[in-house]
Every structure is written in C-alpha cells, then in structure tokens.
C-alpha cells in the first residue's frame, strides 16, 4: 500500500508564507496537491511531472505557489506565498495515477490563514 | 475551470441502485474519457472509486460502476449497504494540464 504523509500546515497571516512537505512511497509517478476548505468540495491545486520540470497550477494559486519534488527524497512540496484567507483548507498530498485521476492521498495537512 | 455539476443529495434503501451525476462541458468530462469518482467518509480522505470512466482500482467492490453520456458521467451504487453512505466526488481531466471536480453529492442509505 502506498503512504503517503504530509507536514507543514499551521496558522498564518494572510500575506505570509508556508511550505508544505509530503513524503510518499512509490515516488515515480505524476504528484499532485489537492485542497478541500472547511465544508467545501475538492480543488484541485497544482501537479508536477515525474522529472519535476512540467508544473501546472489552477488558475486561483497560479503565480503565488510553486509545486517542486526531489525524487532522491521522495518528497514533494508546496511552497505558498501571499497567502489570502480564501486559501484556508485543508491540503492533501495525492499520487496520480494518469490523467488526473489520484489514486493515493496523504491524511492532510490543515492551513488556517487568519485575517 | 468551472467546477462540475452534482446534485447536492442521493439516497436509496438497503439493496437498492442509485445513480449520481456529474455534468461538465465538452472542455471537460464530454471532451475526454479521463473522469474519475472519489468516495469520502467524514473527517477521512478521499479514495479513489473509478477512474478513466468505467475502471475499478484493486479493492473496489464492483457494485461501483462509471459511465459517461456526452458531458454528463455518472456513477452507479448496486446493491446499497449501509457503508456506502458517504460524500462522492467526481474529478474531470479538463485540457490544458488542467483538472477540476464537482461539488460533491451526500449519499444517504435510508
């Protein structure tokens, strides 16, 4: 069974910085971040490709997140800047198995982004 | 990237069938067969259920069943038990290295 576990969430100001890690098993696939706000549905947050070079955001993070990995750790991170309290979720780290279709998901990670 | 389209709420006795639907555009679900369902229980992550339409990962009871009609997928619980009472989620590839999902569907085992 794949594992996957996030860290890094916490309670932030709004315009500050967090980083989040996840560390999974079976790393060669297509990573991704997936985010669900308190009550709320699945956003699906940025992707990156096997060698870390293809990223792809949602159109909401794009220009304040970077998504990056670093397969000799089987780490993937994401790195949040000017944080905005509609960004308050919490983040799922999540393996995909081909075309947007995540097949293993971390427990997640909460961020809060006060006002 | 308009979500996708759920209806708020299923239900359906014991033994029974339900179907939820998911509409998209043919950006997204009608464009490709790339649409995936996600059960999730309170306070648990998501899993995944069905995905590229009709596939069942490992360990999925085959009374989960997908399938898609031009924008709208769907997928179908046979045989209703008292644990398939959950949210459901369905995701869509939507171009553009882009995905999205649907608001989500309370499924109700009465």
């Known amino acids: 069974e794949v594992q996957v576990v996030e860290s890094g969430g916490g309670l932030v100001q709004r315009g500050g910085s967090l980083r989040l890690s996840c560390v999974a098993s079976?790393?060669?696939?297509?990573m991704g971040w997936v985010r669900q706000a308190p009550g709320k549905g699945l956003e699906w947050v940025a992707s990156?490709?096997?060698?870390?070079?293809?990223?792809y955001y949602a159109d909401s993070v794009k220009g304040r997140f970077a998504i990056s990995r670093d397969n000799a750790k089987n780490s993937l991170y994401l790195q949040m800047n000017s944080l905005r309290a509609e960004d308050t979720a919490v983040y799922y780290c999540?393996?995909?198995?081909?075309?947007?279709?995540?097949?293993?998901w971390g427990q997640g990670t909460l961020v809060a982004v006060s006002s | 990237q308009s979500a996708l389209t759920q209806p708020p709420s299923a239900s359906g006795s014991p033994g029974q069938s339900v179907t939820i639907s998911c509409t998209g555009t043919?950006?997204?679900?009608?464009?490709?067969?790339?649409v995936s369902w996600y059960q999730q229980y309170p306070g648990k992550a998501p899993k995944l259920m069905i995905y590229e339409v009709t596939e069942r990962p490992s360990g999925v009871p085959d009374r989960f069943s997908g399938s898609k009609s031009g924008n709208t997928a769907s997928l179908t619980v046979s045989g209703l038990q008292a644990e398939d009472e959950a949210d459901y989620y369905c995701?869509?590839?939507?171009?553009?290295?882009?995905?999205?999902f649907g608001g989500g569907t309370k499924l109700t085992v009465l």
């Open positions: 995701g869509s590839f939507a171009g553009n290295s882009n995905a999205v």
């Open positions: 990156v490709g096997q060698d870390g070079r293809e990223k």
């Open positions: 999540v393996r995909d198995r081909g075309f947007y279709s995540f097949e293993s």
């Open positions: 043919s950006s997204d679900v009608g464009g490709y067969n790339y």
């Open positions: 079976g790393f060669t696939y297509w």
